[in-house]
């Protein structure tokens, strides 16, 4: 292994200390009952990188090594008494990095399958575990460990599409620019190619400017669903709405499923923060939400895969099959469309080219760092637009957000956009609109036209945000449900508030026609709709007609 010092599991942070914490005589007690006492040697393998899981594990003596194998050193070395694990155990993701034993242990491992029983009936280690296993991903992706490392431009469309993967589903991985000379030096990888992006795993293997599905399968990531699985509910979409429906249908014991395209948070997910959530005086971000949403659905037994796309839905004499679009099927006897809404695109020349490229749909962290110093344009009215002005000026030089209307009182909080008029760094365009991009491999500048005056201004932007609304995603339910003139599901039938037209497929969040399109109101209906499923599931069981 190389010289890197590795660190230690003895806590120097708040974060570290709720890593690795100390489990009392009770609990302890509780896994040596559930789990085998095991003798083992200094450099047993206990599990290696790419498996689809391991066992938890509890160091009674001795201690064990976290190595990373694709630059073979030891990120982390854990001393007994202590738990072994990380979050991706109670994901279901598969293992980036390897445990090897560093000195003769004592240990107990207690198998997984074991270990979800005792995550639904020991609320007090199911809560200890959560904690811990969130706290040392958090370390991970703080200390740029995990065994991933990732190789672009990163103003590059295709190497911010895998940033963006990895960074909302929370995956620890590093980053190397291309044009630092000095990090690619680094790279232990003779396989790289010279140019474009690329993705180096575990075990040092490349990937040549992957697609997601690749990405997430090399991650263990894109869970197998067997076809022939019965679910009780199927939820389709992984935002507020979906995670909110896993989270209520799990903890009410129903076998659930979600499936979610691109990142579990979906819009929202996107939002680099949410000021007006009940109970977060401070704002959180989106991606933070949904990861808080996505390990309690988890921690009550919910499966979530990534990333599937819904594309057909069909009824079945036993309920419901949802076709994916890697063409397998999943089977659920109810269920939940949360699968929300697409941006819209606006109509200029160059836009699909330059998207990923300075053109985005969402502001974040990584979207502002690429725009740090430079000047960036956000177009749209809207709340989502507002936090992103308020964030990007905080990084950018300026910002400039682009309206059609007269202001923009009529459709943004007050909060918003108070603070919008009072602060030097924004600049409200109205009447106005972007018609033209510059820029070759990235955009340098867009054209702004004044409606009112017809006069046009070129205003030079590293970035781009398009902000306009979005279009309800229901094409491919092919007329299994009602839909509205706008696309949007039809709910309210017999059955519940929730119910379409097809009993046993409910429609929640913003997919909904009549939804109000906030996070909050998302979350409420998410968790209602769950009744309305166990009325529909029980109903069916006796036989009754549900509707």
């Known amino acids: 292994m190389s010289s890197n010092a590795p660190r230690s599991s003895a806590p120097r942070s708040e974060l570290e200390k709720l890593a690795w914490p100390t489990v009392g005589s009770e609990l302890l007690d509780v896994l040596r009952e559930a789990g085998e006492t095991r003798e083992v040697s200094a450099g047993e393998v206990l599990f290696d990188v790419g498996q689809d899981g391991y066992d938890l594990i509890y160091i009674e003596t001795g201690s064990i090594d976290i190595v990373d194998r694709a630059e073979d050193h030891v990120v982390v070395h854990i001393e007994g008494p202590n738990i072994l694990g990380e979050l991706g155990l109670l994901l279901g993701q598969g293992t980036f990095l390897a445990g090897v034993v560093a000195e003769p242990s004592r240990i107990i491992v207690i198998p997984q399958e074991r270990l979800r029983g005792l995550m639904s009936s020991v609320?007090?280690?199911?809560d200890l575990l959560v904690r811990a296993f969130s706290a040392r991903r958090r370390v991970l992706i703080e200390w740029g460990e995990g065994g991933l490392t990732i190789v672009g431009h990163p103003a590059d469309a295709k190497t911010i599409r895998l940033l963006e993967f990895v960074t909302r589903n929370r995956i620890p991985h590093r980053f190397i620019d291309r044009a630092d000379e000095t990090a690619m030096a680094t790279v232990a990888a003779p396989d790289l190619p010279d140019e474009g992006a690329a993705v180096i795993t575990g075990r040092a293997a490349v990937l040549a400017d992957p697609s997601l599905r690749e990405l997430a399968t090399a991650l263990g990531l894109d869970l197998w669903v067997d076809d022939c699985e019965v679910f009780d509910l199927v939820i389709v979409g992984a935002g507020p709405a979906g995670l909110a429906a896993a989270v209520y249908g799990a903890s009410e014991g129903l076998a659930t499923l979600a499936i979610e395209d691109t990142a579990v948070g979906g819009q929202a997910g996107t939002s680099s923060r949410i000021e007006n959530y009940l109970g977060f005086t401070t704002g959180i971000s989106g991606t933070e939400l949904a990861y808080r949403g996505q390990i309690q659905a988890i921690k009550f037994g919910a499966r979530v895969t990534v990333p599937r796309r819904a594309v057909r839905l069909e009824r079945r004499d036993t309920g419901f099959a949802v076709g994916l679009d890697d063409g397998s099927t999943v089977l659920g006897r109810a269920v939940v469309l949360a699968n929300g809404v697409q941006y819209r695109r606006l109509p200029i020349?160059?836009?699909?080219?330059?998207?990923?490229?300075?053109?985005?749909?969402?502001?974040?962290?990584?979207?502002?760092?690429?725009?740090?110093?430079?000047?960036?344009?956000?177009?749209?009215?809207?709340?989502?637009?507002?936090?992103?002005?308020?964030?990007?000026?905080?990084?950018?030089?300026?910002?400039?957000?682009?309206?059609?209307?007269?202001?923009?009182?009529?459709?943004?909080?007050?909060?918003?956009?108070?603070?919008?008029?009072?602060?030097?760094r924004i600049t409200l365009w109205t009447h106005a609109e972007v018609t033209a991009l510059h820029g070759g491999r990235t955009l340098e500048a867009v054209t702004l036209r004044n409606n009112a005056g017809g006069d046009e201004q070129r205003v030079e932007a590293r970035g781009l945000f398009v902000m306009i609304g979005a279009a309800p995603n229901t094409a491919w339910l092919d007329g299994l449900v009602e839909l509205d003139e706008k696309g949007f599901v039809v709910t309210g039938y017999e059955g519940g508030p929730f119910m379409t037209s097809q009993p046993g497929v409910f429609a929640v969040g913003d997919i909904r026609a009549g939804s109000v399109k906030r996070v909050a109101s998302a979350v409420g209906e998410g968790s209602v709709v769950v009744s309305s499923v166990h009325r529909f599931l029980a109903e069916s069981a006796t036989g009754v007609s549900p509707v």
Do not use: K
């Open 349 to 424: 020349d160059g836009l699909q080219e330059l998207e990923g490229a300075g053109v985005y749909y969402a502001a974040t962290e990584l979207e502002a760092r690429v725009c740090s110093g430079g000047d960036v344009v956000i177009v749209g009215g809207g709340n989502s637009a507002g936090q992103a002005a308020m964030f990007l000026s905080r990084q950018a030089r300026h910002a400039h957000i682009v309206v059609r209307g007269d202001g923009l009182a009529a459709t943004m909080s007050s909060y918003l956009s108070g603070r919008i008029d009072a602060d030097p």
């Open 123 to 126: 609320p007090e280690l199911s």
